[in-house]
C-alpha cells in the first residue's frame, strides 16, 4: 500500500509588495526566474523544468495577490502545491506561505529545498 502523503505549510517573509509577490508565483516569467530552469503554460497547463527534466502541474486555483494553487501530474486527487501570500497585521511584513504535501521521511529534504528556491526568489526581488 502506498503511503499518504502529509500536508506541510512553510513561511517566508518577503520584503516586497503582494503585487510584485504575486508577479513571481503566479506567471511563467516570474516563476523561471526563481523556481525552475524554464516555465511554460498553456492554458491551465504548466510545465516546468530543471536540468532538461520536465514537470507538469494543473493550475487549480488562483486569486490575485492572494495565492495560486497547482497539483503536480503525479500528485493525488487530495493533493496540491500552494503559493499564498499574507500579510502581518502586526509587522505589515509580506508573507510568502508554500503548503505542498510530502512523505513524512523526506519532510526535511523538501524544507530545505524550498527554504533554498526562496532564497534565490529573495535574491531576485532584491528583499
Known sequence: M???KIMYTLEF???????ILFEF????????????DEVNQRE???????????D???LLEEFENEYVRF?????????FFEFRIEQSPVTNETILK???FADKNELKDVERLWTQQVGELKHRIGS
Open 44 to 54: 491551465n497547463q504548466y510545465s516546468f523544468s530543471w536540468n532538461g527534466a520536465v
Open 56 to 58: 507538469y502541474a494543473e
Open 98 to 100: 508554500i503548503t505542498d
Open 13 to 19: 517573509p518577503i520584503r516586497c509588495s503582494p503585487q
Open 25 to 36: 508565483i503566479a506567471t511563467p516569467v516570474g516563476l523561471q526566474e526563481w523556481f525552475a
Open 71 to 79: 497539483r503536480w501530474e503525479y500528485y493525488g486527487p487530495n493533493e
Open 2 to 4: 502506498k503511503q499518504s
